[in-house]
Structures are given as structure tokens and as C-alpha cells.
């Protein structure tokens, strides 16, 4: 068996119905990229680079106008897999206010199971399973358009993993949230990682969102333009400026010490990462 997701060389465009056109603007190239069950990638690039377009290609949302996505080994081109595809695959997008369909929360979450024709005598205890596993369940007979926008973001998590996914992906799911949102939600991702080992792919342009992840992919221009551990990615950071990314706080700052004469690595991902690098540093300084 290969990879969970796989795609080979897609290309895609927006403007060409669908078919291969010389002509036409492509929105991803030539992009291939394989994603391992179990991993947790994160997808970093600049506006208009094809994120949100790779995302879609995950379930089926979008097809390629060549080359080929597969899922579990389904074709997405394959208009008879696209159920089992999507209830291998779910997907949460930026706007928790465009993905409420119901007026209470739990008949939200209901929802997606109602549409994949899960039985109703199954569908009650897989949403209530699925308001826990979000901390979200004392809220299941609220009106969703009265909840924060972490707590919809929540709730839009519950009805992706009341499908019982192998994979989750986030089109930027915290773009629109104040901080303590933010943060409701990266905790919840990391806690569905813990639980139940679940695929996680986050679009995101928070460099401290991306550095969470085992592997990070910058896109560029609609292909892959880095592929690497969070770590060893987030040092190079001319290559992330030719990109359009800024490096992360802690990486700027190690790079001025670096510039201002200290032999001091590049490699920390947290603030305390970098503390320690720092103290290390000045230890060493004095012997
Ligand atoms: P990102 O999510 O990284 O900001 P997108 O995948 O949304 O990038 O966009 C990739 C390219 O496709 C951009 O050039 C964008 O303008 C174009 N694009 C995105 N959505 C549409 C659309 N619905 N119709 C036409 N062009 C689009
Ligand atoms: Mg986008």
C-alpha cells in the first residue's frame, strides 16, 4: 500500500472548465505530494499560492484537470468514490459562520451524518461523542450564531469528526478568531491527535500554528516549494523570503544574534526553545 493521500503531478485551473488548457492560468502545477496516515502536515504559502486549491483537491471538492489524486487508494476523479472519499476526509474552512446550516448545535453536527446516509439510530450517539470530544457538548441545544467564533469553529469541528474521519483538513480555521479562539482550536486539533490519531492537514499562515505539525510544505506559485520538518524548514529563512514568508519571531531574533556576531543555531521553534539557545549561549560565553 502507498500513501493515504497521494497526488501525481495535478494541475488545475480555475478557468478552463475543467479540461487541460495551453492557455489558461494553472492554479497548482505539476504538484506531487504524498501524505502518510497517522502524520500531521501543515501547508504554509503566501496569498493566492494554491493552498486553499490544494485543500479542496484533498476530498474531492475540486478535480485535477490532469494528473491524479487518490485517497485510501480511490480515484477523486471517480464519481463512485466520492462518498467513501468524503467520509474518509473531511474538511474545515476559515468561516465558522459559512459552514452553519442548522439552528441548534447539535442538529449542526447531526447534519453531515443525515448526508452520508448514517443510520439514525447511530447518528444521536456519534454527535454526542463528537460535541465531547470538542468540549463543546453542555452547548448541544444552543443556537450556533450565538457562540464565539472559537466555539463554532468547534462546533464545525464536531460535524467533520461525528464522520469518523481518517483525516481532518483546516483551510486556515483560525484566520478569523481573536487569540483565546486561536487557541481553542489548536488545542482541540492537538487533542483529536492524541485521542485518535487522526491525519491532520492545516493550511495556515501562522508560522507557531505550522511549527506544531511533524512536517511543514511551502507552496509557491501552485507546486511545492519546501518539504521538511518544522525545525530544519523554518531556519532557511531566505529560501521561506524568496517564498514570501517572514521567518518566526524566535528564528529572527537567533538570525540578529547571528548577525551581530554570536555563533548561535537557527533552530528553535519556541519561545522557550530559544531562551535555552540563548542561555546556552551565554554559559558558554563565560568559560
Ligand atoms: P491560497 O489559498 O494559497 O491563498 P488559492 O488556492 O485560493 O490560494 O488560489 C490560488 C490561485 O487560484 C490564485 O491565483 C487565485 O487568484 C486563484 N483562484 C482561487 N480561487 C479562484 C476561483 N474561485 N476562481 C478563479 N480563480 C481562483
Ligand atoms: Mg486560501
Same mark, same amino acid.
Given at each position: 500500500?502507498?500513501?493515504?493521500?497521494?497526488?501525481?503531478?495535478?494541475?488545475?485551473?480555475?478557468?478552463?472548465?475543467?479540461?487541460?488548457?495551453?492557455?489558461?492560468?494553472?492554479?497548482?502545477?505539476?504538484?506531487?505530494?504524498?501524505?502518510?496516515?497517522?502524520?500531521?502536515?501543515?501547508?504554509?504559502?503566501?496569498?493566492?499560492?494554491?493552498?486553499?486549491?490544494?485543500?479542496?483537491?484533498?476530498?474531492?471538492?475540486?478535480?485535477?484537470?490532469?494528473?491524479?489524486?487518490?485517497?485510501?487508494?480511490?480515484?477523486?476523479?471517480? =464519481?463512485?468514490?466520492?462518498?467513501?472519499?468524503?467520509?474518509?476526509?473531511?474538511?474545515?474552512?476559515?468561516?465558522?459562520?459559512?459552514?452553519?446550516?442548522?439552528?441548534?448545535?447539535?442538529?449542526?453536527?447531526?447534519?453531515?451524518?443525515?448526508?452520508?446516509?448514517?443510520?439514525?439510530?447511530?447518528? $444521536?450517539? $456519534?454527535?454526542?461523542? =463528537?460535541?465531547?470530544?470538542?468540549?463543546?457538548?453542555?452547548?448541544?441545544?444552543?443556537?450556533?450564531?450565538?457562540?464565539?467564533?472559537?466555539?463554532?469553529? $468547534?462546533?464545525? &469541528?464536531?460535524?467533520?469528526?461525528?464522520?469518523?474521519?481518517?483525516?481532518?483538513?483546516?483551510?486556515?480555521?483560525?484566520?478569523?478568531?481573536?487569540?483565546?479562539? @486561536?487557541?481553542?482550536?489548536?488545542?482541540? &486539533?492537538?487533542?483529536?491527535?492524541?485521542?485518535?490519531?487522526?491525519?491532520?492537514?492545516?493550511?495556515?499562515?501562522?508560522?507557531?500554528?505550522?511549527?506544531?505539525?511533524?512536517?511543514?510544505?511551502?507552496?509557491?506559485?501552485?507546486?511545492?516549494?519546501?518539504?521538511?520538518?518544522?525545525?530544519?524548514?523554518?531556519? @532557511?529563512?531566505?529560501?521561506?523570503?524568496?517564498?514570501?514568508?517572514?521567518?518566526?519571531?524566535?528564528?529572527?531574533?537567533?538570525?540578529?544574534? $547571528?548577525?551581530?556576531?554570536?555563533? &548561535?543555531?537557527?533552530?528553535?521553534?519556541?519561545?522557550?526553545?530559544?531562551?535555552?539557545?540563548?542561555?546556552?549561549?551565554?554559559?558558554?560565553?563565560?568559560?
Amino acid at each position: 500500500m502507498g500513501s493515504f493521500i497521494s497526488f501525481e503531478q495535478v494541475c488545475f485551473s480555475y478557468e478552463s472548465g475543467g479540461r487541460r488548457d495551453g492557455d489558461a492560468p494553472l492554479a497548482l502545477r505539476d504538484l506531487s505530494l504524498d501524505i502518510d496516515a497517522g502524520s500531521f502536515v501543515a501547508v504554509l504559502g503566501h496569498n493566492g499560492s494554491g493552498k486553499s486549491t490544494l485543500a479542496k483537491h484533498l476530498n474531492a471538492i475540486l478535480l485535477p484537470v490532469s494528473g491524479r489524486v487518490t485517497v485510501d487508494g480511490m480515484d477523486t476523479a471517480d =464519481a463512485s468514490s466520492v462518498i467513501e472519499i468524503r467520509r474518509r476526509v473531511g474538511m474545515v474552512f476559515q468561516n465558522p459562520d459559512n459552514q452553519i446550516v442548522a439552528t441548534l448545535v447539535e442538529e449542526d453536527v447531526a447534519f453531515a451524518l443525515e448526508n452520508l446516509g448514517v443510520p439514525p439510530a447511530e447518528i $444521536r450517539g $456519534r454527535v454526542d461523542a =463528537a460535541l465531547r470530544d470538542v468540549g463543546m457538548y453542555e452547548f448541544r441545544e444552543h443556537a450556533p450564531h450565538r457562540l464565539s467564533g472559537g466555539q463554532k469553529q $468547534r462546533v464545525a &469541528i464536531a460535524g467533520v469528526l461525528a464522520m469518523r474521519p481518517r483525516c481532518i483538513v483546516f483551510d486556515e480555521p483560525t484566520a478569523m478568531l481573536d487569540p483565546a479562539g @486561536r487557541q481553542e482550536v489548536i488545542s482541540t &486539533i492537538l487533542s483529536l491527535r492524541r485521542e485518535y490519531g487522526v491525519t491532520v492537514v492545516l493550511v495556515t499562515h501562522h508560522m507557531d500554528e505550522a511549527a506544531l505539525a511533524d512536517r511543514v510544505v511551502v507552496m509557491n506559485d501552485g507546486g511545492i516549494y519546501m518539504d521538511g520538518a518544522p525545525r530544519d524548514l523554518f531556519s @532557511r529563512i531566505d529560501e521561506l523570503g524568496r517564498a514570501g514568508l517572514a521567518p518566526t519571531q524566535t528564528v529572527a531574533l537567533l538570525d540578529g544574534l $547571528r548577525s551581530a556576531g554570536w555563533d &548561535i543555531g537557527l533552530d528553535a521553534l519556541t519561545v522557550d526553545g530559544c531562551a535555552r539557545a540563548i542561555k546556552e549561549y551565554l554559559d558558554n560565553a563565560q568559560n
